[in-house]
């Protein structure tokens, strides 16, 4: 599986941007596809995950009520749409995928993913 995530930008606090991670190769129902954040500085840390089978989802609390996460199954495209942004938004987003045991709880650990898109800019200026 290859990720191309793309949708980052400039923008003010207060405004809303729409990242989308699309996915090529085969998605299977027990994958999880997450979105996670690194700031200069600062370690890699998970943002929001979706569950391809069932869209079972998972949120940091510090995202909570301002990010939604979905997939567009037909597309093989997750996205993950930020309100409300911060300048502490401010970050290099990445989606990353993996293969997980139908019954475990989503993940949020880095080291739980193998597949790692590229990256993408997110600025929020105040």
């Known amino acids: 599986v290859q990720l191309q995530a793309s949708g980052g930008g400039l923008v003010q606090a207060g405004d809303s941007l729409r990242l989308s991670c699309a996915a090529s190769?085969?998605?299977?129902?027990?994958?999880?596809v997450g979105w996670f954040r690194q700031a200069p500085g600062k370690e890699r840390e998970f943002v929001a995950a979706?569950?391809?089978?069932?869209?079972?989802?998972r949120y940091a609390d510090s995202v909570k009520g301002r990010f939604a996460i979905s997939r567009d199954s037909a597309r093989n495209t997750v996205f993950l749409q930020m309100n409300m942004l911060k300048p502490e938004d401010t970050a290099i987003y990445y989606c990353?995928?993996?293969?997980?045991?139908?019954?475990?709880?989503?993940?949020?650990?880095?080291?739980?993913?193998?597949?790692w898109g590229q990256g993408t800019q997110v600025t929020v200026s105040s």
């Open positions: 979706i569950r391809w089978r069932d869209r079972d989802t």
């Open positions: 190769g085969v998605i299977y129902s027990n994958y999880v």
């Open positions: 990353a995928t993996d293969n997980f045991d139908r019954r475990a709880p989503i993940s949020t650990s880095t080291g739980s993913y193998d597949y």
